[in-house]
């Protein structure tokens, strides 16, 4: 049922204690979803609402993961999206 969570395959998967468990969550692709929609929701002032915001959600968690984890690179990423043209 975890699998929803999208473990990072770098990771050993197990550990013991709150430590461990903590660094695996951390590095889950849902949580970097959801700390690129909380920023979203803050930049834009509204939760995606359509495909084009979901598809920036979905390239700016990308981004995010693979930009290692700065969220400062979120913030001007997603600032510009919803500045517009």
Known sequence: PNR??????????????????GKEL????QFAQCQVEKVFRTVCLRPPSDQADRN??????????NGNYRMKSVFAELATYCMGP
């Open 26 to 29: 951390e590095n889950s692709h």
């Open 4 to 21: 929803r969570l999208q473990w990072d395959s770098s990771l050993p998967g197990n550990g013991n204690g709150a430590r461990s468990l």
């Open 56 to 65: 920036k959600v979905s390239t700016a968690t990308i981004s995010f993961i």
